[in-house]
DNA sequence: GGGGCCATGTAACCCGTTACATGATTGA
DNA sequence: TCAATCATGTAACGGGTTACATGGCCCC
């Protein structure tokens, strides 16, 4: 499934700009499971155009751009259900935050605390957002997905602030309790 | 972050062959977080050898392709830890399964179904393996990024499980509640 | 005055996937 | 006998990202 199915999807919500399209992927609904960048939006919406499966009004306005609203056509519509009745492909993941904490033992206790940091911002902060957007255009399946993002952000967030001391454990010493400074860091290697 | 990068990841943990390296994305403990296939590691590990990050040992072998076993070199290793200090990007995903949720009522009942329930065998089996792995690498950040992937896996299944009916709700009709068959299926928009 | 938002688009590049090429062994 | 596992590699292709190109408005 590549972005100009994608683009038709937005577009089932509502007629909509290129720009407004990448913020569904950046802030908006999409965020959650897929991300499309202005360099593979608009020619995507340029390909849909030539191949009638949307339409655009173009809207005239001074000192900026010409606003494009593009609209779905029938075709669009029929084209994008036929993409979703084809089963779908593995979930695809690539998460750079998981290889860290993975290969915590090789990295700086400082670096590590970044990246526990944050990702665990990360997660609260999605989950904040994913809250705070109020279900006007509630479907079931847009509940569902909703749902669905919550549960993973706030999943997340609590495993890690559960886990935590987990991760800092030291492999052995067990007596500095009472120190106030991070005690000793060796084997940094930085070069 | 590329492939080239994981595959010194990957052999911290013990000599590998490209064979078996591709495993460790397939089964293994970076299936979670990570894919890569043949097409990417085999080159990657041809340009790490050039670099002299790994160093080879070639097993010869009757009636099969010589084995090559691959080595970190000290180099290697410190090209590794230098990766992992620079801060990391944003994760990313990408769920066709997601997508189709969200996009549900574009969508033939039994499709729907046929997602649903890949979904929540997938994440059920996935649970299932990472559990049955027993811990012996045991380093805190490998335990650490296990438990983040078993409760993300039991945190989508028990959505699933929870929000099934939500999920299959009829948008109106109320009465048909102790028919046996699938009632209805209009608009399926199979052409 | 500077940064962020609105607004569209192109081109070079990178990286990875898919499919191809080869082939024996083992177990159901 | 057929599928899966072991085992390595290449080439074409595709799809998306990054950076570039342009430029005014609005708020701090």
């Keep these: 499934m590549d972005v100009k199915t994608l683009c038709l999807g ?19 609904p999409f965020a959650q499971f897929f991300d499309a960048s202005y360099g593979s939006i608009y020619p995507a919406l340029g390909h849909l155009l030539k191949d009638e499966l949307v339409s655009v009004t173009q809207l005239a306005q001074e000192k900026r751009p010409d606003k494009k609203v593009y609209s779905l056509t029938a075709a669009g519509l029929a084209h994008f259900k036929k993409a979703l009745a084809v089963p779908p492909t593995k979930d695809k993941i690539r998460s750079e935050h998981v290889v860290r904490l993975f290969f915590a033992d090789y990295m700086s206790k400082t670096d590590l605390i970044a990246v526990y940091q944050s990702y665990l911002t990360h997660f609260q902060s999605q989950a904040d957002h994913l809250r705070s957007l109020q ?36 492999p052995v010493l067990a007596a500095a309790e009472t120190t106030n400074e991070t005690p000793d860091l060796q084997e940094l290697g930085n070069d």
Tied chains: 1, 2.
């Excluded at 937005?10 to 908006?28: H, N, P, Q, S, V």
């Design 10 to 28: 937005a577009l089932t919500m509502g007629d909509a700009t290129g720009y407004e399209i990448r913020k569904m992927f950046e802030d908006g």
């Design 135 to 170: 279900p006007e255009n509630t479907t079931s399946g847009r509940l569902f997905a909703r749902g669905l993002g919550l549960k993973f952000y706030d999943a997340m967030a609590a495993y890690l602030i559960e886990n935590r001391d987990q991760l800092f454990e030291e």
